[in-house]
């Protein structure tokens, strides 16, 4: 292994997921439909943590996590514990956060991702259950805020934490990384990516020749990439100005894309873990086996299946299955249309409409891309047409067959193309002359006064192989 150099960059992950597609949170019966609600009435005594409360653990909970302990390929420990970890801060009203410590649901996994330079294999150190703490709303930025409330609806939910090792070596591998468990977690259906906070990640980072820092705050795959190349800047440039780099706490700030300082960095022994004495030690190894059944297929799996399958290119296959959904939609059309014109279709250009317009496939029905792709290859519409029609249909509505009719896309007949070529020999003789002298972009010139007669209803290579067999 090569010597590190003052550039060397070590990130490490801490992620925080919400299981919040489970019925109720972590301790008790309060529900979990509270992202709309009014703060503060999806509490309850035992989420409070008022006197004389005593958890219950919901057992749904532990069970999801062990699905995810097991698509991340962790070992499942035979015991699981639950610990206090004491610390007071305005979110965590009862003065401790309940967590796991010395046992863990499970450790030593790993997550394959594409690394700067290829496959890189990140070490999951553990996978345990926490609860959430409350929210916190600031007024303004976190470091100029007049005064903050807190929301204590958030409060209990269930959480899992996911450590890795330092194993991440830029800002770009970290947003893989999430991205790639966003997208595990997405197919084992635990947890809603779209709501708010239902995945946050707090990365530790440092160069050679640094202390590390830890980076709190992040919630988006996104938000990782440009909170990291920040602090790569940062920490840099005080090294270079021969400055020490402290072991500190920072808050990401989204709107400036600026990492602040909030404290020094707590040690653990400043946690005073100890056992929760309200739970009792749990063995979980008996569930495992059947929890293991319950296992659906993952991304890497159903990569490799649509390959061996479906004959597409790994890039198509990599693409496809980055979201359940869009996975879904291809098997979808592909049952109709030749996978291999589904998968460009679907990844190159519908993919990209969506992209575009900042909206996912839900905006989308296979059906009617299967009525297009049908029309397209009968030869009914033209490439052209087939992505207008598309691009109609994501922005004002309607099927394809209306979309066609209104906008008249069928492909002209083959009496009024020979017509429009006849027409635009008489009346280009300047591009004719051009095109004979050797000028390639004079022909395309053609083509395209040819397709502005036809509407855009005409093929272009077509219409290019009849002029071309005119001009000789």
Not at 41 to 53: F, I, K, Q, Y
Not at 200 to 221: P, T
Not at 249 to 276: N, Q
Not at 441 to 460: E, H, I, S, W
Request: glycine share 6%; hydrophobic share 40%.
């Amino acid at each position: 292994m090569s010597a590190r150099t003052e550039d060397d960059v070590i990130i490490g992950l801490e992620v925080h997921v919400q299981l919040n597609k489970l019925h109720s949170k972590l301790f008790c019966s309060c529900g979990l439909d509270y992202h709309n609600a009014p703060p503060n009435t999806h509490v309850c005594p035992v989420c409070l943590g008022l006197p004389g409360s005593l958890p219950v653990l919901n057992k749904s909970a532990v069970q999801s996590a062990i699905k995810v302990a097991l698509a991340l390929n962790c070992e499942i420990l035979p015991q699981t514990q639950f610990y206090r970890k004491n610390y007071y801060y305005p979110d965590l009203p009862k003065g401790f956060q309940i967590t796991q410590y010395d046992y863990p649901i499970s450790s030593n996994g790993y997550l394959d991702i594409e690394g700067d330079q290829g496959i890189r294999r990140i070490r999951i150190n553990r996978v345990h259950i926490e609860e959430d703490p409350g929210r916190l709303v600031h007024e303004g930025t976190i470091d100029r805020s007049k005064f903050t409330l807190i929301d204590y609806n958030r409060a209990g939910v269930p959480l899992l934490e996911i450590v890795t090792e330092p194993d991440l070596r830029s800002p770009k591998e970290a947003r893989r990384f999430l991205n790639k468990l966003r997208n595990i977690l997405e197919y084992l259906d635990v947890f809603d990516g779209d709501l708010e906070g239902a995945l946050r990640a707090d990365a530790n980072i440092s160069l050679a020749g640094g202390a590390r820092a830890e980076v709190k705050n992040i919630s988006s795959y996104k938000g990782a990439e440009r909170a990291l190349s920040f602090e790569i800047v940062r920490q840099r440039n005080v090294l270079r100005r021969g400055e020490v780099v402290v072991q500190e706490t920072r808050h990401f700030d989204e709107l400036r894309g600026v990492t602040v300082s909030m404290r020094t960095k707590e040690a653990e022994h400043d946690y005073r873990y100890f056992p929760e004495p309200d739970l009792v030690p749990m063995r979980i190894m008996t569930w495992v086996p059947d929890i293991r059944e319950t296992l659906p297929e993952l991304p890497d799996g159903q990569r490799a299946r649509f390959l061996e399958e479906y004959g597409i290119t790994e890039d198509h296959a990599a693409s496809l299955t980055l979201d359940l959904k869009l996975a879904q939609f291809f098997e979808d059309v592909a049952r109709e249309i030749d996978p291999k014109i589904s998968a460009s279709w679907v990844v190159d250009v519908l993919k990209g409409e969506l992209n575009y317009r900042d909206l996912d496939i839900d905006a989308f029905k296979a059906e009617d891309l299967i009525e297009i792709l049908k029309l397209f290859l009968d030869d009914v519409i033209t490439e052209k047409s087939a992505v207008t029609i598309i691009r109609t249909i994501l922005d004002y509505g309607g099927t394809p067959a209306e979309i066609i009719s209104k906008k008249e896309l069928a492909k002209v007949k083959e009496d009024v193309v020979l017509s429009a070529v006849d027409e635009v020999l008489l009346e280009c003789d300047d591009a004719i002359a051009d095109y004979r002298r050797g000028e390639k972009k004079a022909l395309n010139y053609l083509v395209g006064q040819v397709m502005k007669k036809t509407r855009g209803r005409a093929d272009p290579q077509d219409v290019r192989l009849r002029l071309l067999s005119k001009l000789g």
